[in-house]
């Protein structure tokens, strides 16, 4: 019966495409104007991306369009995207872009088309599109300097505290609201002998900073002045930010944390290995999953704790768009303009996969009536968004600063003195950081 509801929600919530068709045929959009073309889309193999195959043929149904899909790990994703799309002559006529890292390359490159030009023709863009329910964040991480829309929010993730309910009970310990909290609870709840531990999250280098970077929002601080000129990274704050991850991760962190991603950490707390867990809310299908955790009726959900000046939570925005160089544009927006519709939205919140740039899927009572998860996700989910705050700084070389903090991490997990680390890894940034100042 639960399998039966939540395919019937799904079935309602997806209805919306057929409707904008039925309505567009009466007005100057035509879903079936690109009928028999064939649009090339590059997509990096994540959940979210998952949903949109699944739903592939509906698409399909929808425009008459044909779909080629590329879908590859994002570490192979990102540097094929670079190179084609430096050469001029890009495979794919729709690309996914992660702009917590490439929106200043994006910009710089000017390799994607306005989006403003499809959005406002009528005769390109679904009468129920909605622009004006896109999330301000969204909008503007997905708008260059020069008011260019290059991409269409599809995604704003965030940094959430997943945590073992039953671990907390059967040790009289409450879920944490502050930083000091987690610790304590992390501490009390590690038994090495038994092979649980308090608290698992991403060691390995590149992949640590966002977590390092949300704790650091708890101090209050960004890792960059305003004007992008200068780093943070040593400040006193971002020194106690690091002793706190050093502790962290030394005392309540299973063996090998340093070679952890989200991955490996999402499997540790799945098994029951671990008490919390600190990473993004679109990770959580799999952890209400009975067929692939153990842990799915002790589940529970929290948005990131409070340092000494407040609580935010890290956000990463992540947007579709059409090359400048697209062989099939206007199928590529058509794509476009359904993947970031209502309908995958919607189905995209229902199914865990990720929070939606767009208000509306908050507001539908059905969603969380056939969801898998449960009210307090929902309840993590909004209240996140309010918190939401970017965790990476706006440059070019965002991912050289990643690897460099993030070796920086790793020592400091191993042991490293924090403050040295840290001032290490500006002055070995700085170069970089400089070079892109003068370009």
């Not at 043929?57 to 430096?86: N, S």
């Not at 690091?242 to 070679?259: C, I, K, N, S």
């Not at 899927?361 to 705050?389: C, G, H, N």
Request: avoid cysteine; glycine fraction near 8%; charged fraction near 20%.
């Amino acid at each position: 019966m639960i399998r039966r509801r939540t395919l019937l929600g799904s079935a309602a919530l997806l209805a919306a495409p057929a409707l904008v068709s039925r309505v567009g045929a009466q007005s100057a959009f035509d879903w079936k104007r690109f009928k028999g073309q064939t649009v090339y889309v590059n997509l990096p193999k994540m959940p979210r991306s998952e949903v949109l195959q699944a739903h592939h043929k509906e698409f399909e149904a929808l425009t008459g369009i044909r779909i080629v899909l590329d879908l590859m790990p994002e570490q192979q994703q990102r540097p094929k995207v670079a190179l084609e799309m430096a050469s001029g002559k890009p495979s794919f006529d729709v690309l996914y872009l992660a702009m917590h890292v490439q929106k200043k390359l994006v910009e710089k490159a000017r390799w994607m088309a306005d989006l403003r030009t499809p959005l406002h023709d009528p005769t390109m863009t679904s009468p129920d599109f909605d622009f004006g329910d896109f999330s301000a964040a969204g909008l503007k991480s997905a708008t260059a300097s020069d008011g260019r829309l290059t991409v269409i929010p599809v995604n704003q993730d965030q940094f959430v505290l997943f945590y073992n309910k039953e671990m907390f009970a059967a040790k009289g310990v409450q879920p944490p609201r502050t930083l000091d909290a987690l610790l304590e609870a992390a501490r009390k709840l590690t038994d090495p002998a038994k092979g649980i531990y308090g608290f698992v999250g991403r060691g390995v280098k590149n992949a640590n900073v966002p977590l390092y970077t949300n704790m650091l929002m708890g101090w209050d601080q960004e890792t960059i002045t305003p004007d992008g000129r200068t780093l943070l990274i040593d400040t006193p704050q971002a020194i106690a930010a690091g002793q706190y991850f050093q502790t962290l991760m030394r005392e309540a962190a299973p063996p090998g944390e340093v070679g952890f991603n989200w991955n490996e950490a999402q499997t540790t707390f799945m098994q029951g290995r671990a008490a919390m867990w600190w990473d993004s809310i679109g990770l959580s299908a799999p952890l209400t999953d009975p067929t692939k955790s153990r842990v799915t009726e002790a589940m529970g959900f929290l948005p990131p704790p409070a340092g000494p000046k407040g609580a935010w939570s890290a956000t990463f925005l992540e947007g579709m768009g059409i090359p400048n160089h697209a062989k099939n544009p206007g199928p590529g927006w058509y794509y476009v303009q359904w993947a970031a519709g209502k309908g995958m939205m919607n189905e995209a919140f229902r199914t865990g996969v990720g929070t939606p740039p767009r208000s509306s899927p908050y507001r539908i009572a059905e969603i969380i009536k056939t969801s898998k998860f449960p009210p307090q996700w929902f309840d993590t989910a909004v209240e996140a968004l309010k918190m939401a705050r970017s965790s990476l700084p706006e440059i070019v070389a965002v991912n050289e600063f990643r690897d460099t903090v993030g070796i920086a991490l790793s020592n400091i997990i191993g042991g490293a003195d924090v403050g040295k680390e840290l001032r290490a890894a500006k002055e070995a940034f700085a170069p970089t950081l400089a070079k892109e100042l003068e370009s």
